[in-house]
């Protein structure tokens, strides 16, 4: 597996995508939104969070600032009651107030679809850029989670630990019309059975493909 080239690497992504997409045919974005804006302000809550709960706390939320407008104009000690769940809710409300700030006045009240002007919003780093890219926008874009960091490393599509390398290697190596659909089935199967800090490899259905699920195989049958 060390001498492999970027083109048989290439074809095993492949591979793993194919087998992935059979596995989890409804793999995606399990943030619930209706608009790119209420996809950022969920992106932004499901920071040290897990989806599951952002969506509990969404519904009322989007009840309550129904526009850029309003979260712009949000009392923040009532938006901070309101996301208090969430954890983090001091730093994540002024991050909802100055986007949605910053999205009014300087791109017209509308998210904008490019990762560079993403990341000039406050509380939007690379991840949160590519998913609204990715799934508000359906561009291609690859979005480098908790899952994917530790998912990518143990298939050896990366060896990096800075999300942006490792955004970068997999650039290198997913076709652009599979690379959002790849977050989210890394996302299902991380969740599933990649998991951390010990994976299922003897449940794995890539594992033939995976350099770690070998190893860890290999070792259990003492191979
Ligand atoms: S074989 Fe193991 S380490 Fe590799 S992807 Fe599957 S569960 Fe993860």
């Not at 083109?7 to 492949?14: A, D, G, M, T, V």
């Not at 989806?51 to 000690?77: C, H, M």
């Not at 690379?126 to 998912?151: E, F, M, S």
């Amino acid at each position: 597996m060390s001498e492999e080239s970027q083109e048989q690497k290439r074809e095993r992504l492949l591979r793993v995508i194919e087998i992935l997409k059979r596995e989890y045919p409804d793999a995606k974005c399990t943030l619930d939104f209706r608009t790119s804006h209420e996809l950022l302000v969920a992106a932004i809550l499901a920071a040290q969070c897990t989806d599951e709960r952002v969506n509990q706390v969404t519904p009322g939320l989007f009840a309550r600032y129904p526009s850029v407008e309003a979260f712009a104009k949000a009392d923040i000690s009532e938006l901070e009651e309101m996301i208090k769940p969430t954890g983090f809710f001091r730093n994540k409300a002024k991050a909802i107030i100055e986007s949605a700030q910053v999205i009014l006045d300087h791109y017209g009240g509308k998210v904008p679809d490019t990762i560079e002007e993403l990341t000039k919003i406050p509380g939007v780093g690379r991840k949160t850029a590519n998913l609204i890219v990715g799934v508000a926008y359906g561009k291609p874009a690859v979005i480098v989670d908790t899952h994917v960091r530790r998912v990518a490393a143990r298939l050896g599509f990366t060896k990096e630990k800075d999300p942006a390398k490792i955004e970068e290697d997999l650039w290198n190596l997913l076709p652009p019309e599979e690379a959002t659909q790849f977050n989210h089935l890394i996302v299902a199967h991380g969740r599933m059975i990649c998991k951390a800090p010990n994976p299922v490899c003897r449940a794995c259905v890539i594992a033939e493909f995976c350099p770690e699920g070998r190893n860890r195989l290999g070792e259990r049958l003492g191979v």
